[in-house]
């Protein structure tokens, strides 16, 4: 089955144009579905019954996943599944938002998390990045910021952002790291520095 049914009484065009143009790596056509709706759909979508036809089909395949009542090494697999489709930031970064680390789940993902780090999918390793940025405070901290700069690649972009992104979070949270700027490529520095001064979590460099 496809989503087409599933998304018609949803579809917004005047959406689908704006985010068309924030992101040129697309793999998939999209449909114009927000995410708040998709959220509230992956309540109950039976994932493994619809293949992949649109962009939104991928965010919506993994919020299901990490929604569902399946174990964590059952949800790793499924996700595992998803990752060849992964195309643009917004799916990576929406997917990572019900993989939250809790004790259940700890030995599970962090080793899988780490791991992408090392793949030369660009998305999945931003998938990675991303996912430990967000899980930062269950984490230990300076291991966490460490792995997360051995990761640095300004020559991809969505790495590279995605780095300077977990770089200023890290230095909302604690200003001293400010030191370790020096560690990162001089391209992801500069995106770190100007997210650092615009964000309002942030001390002033």
Known sequence: MVTDSLYAPYLDSEYKDFTSRLSTTDTLP???????????????????EYEIKWHEDVILKGLAIGLSKLSPEEKIEELKALLPFLSSWDQTDIIVTVFKIKKKNREVYLPFFLSLLEDGHVFTKRLGIVWLMSNRKELNRDETLERIIN???ESEYYISMAVAWAFSSFYADDPEIKDKLNKLSPGTRRLAERKIRESRRCKPL
Do not use: V
């Open 30 to 48: 999209r449909a114009g579905m927000r995410i708040p709706i998709l959220r509230q759909l992956a309540k109950d979508f039976d994932w493994r």
């Open 151 to 153: 990761s640095d690649d």
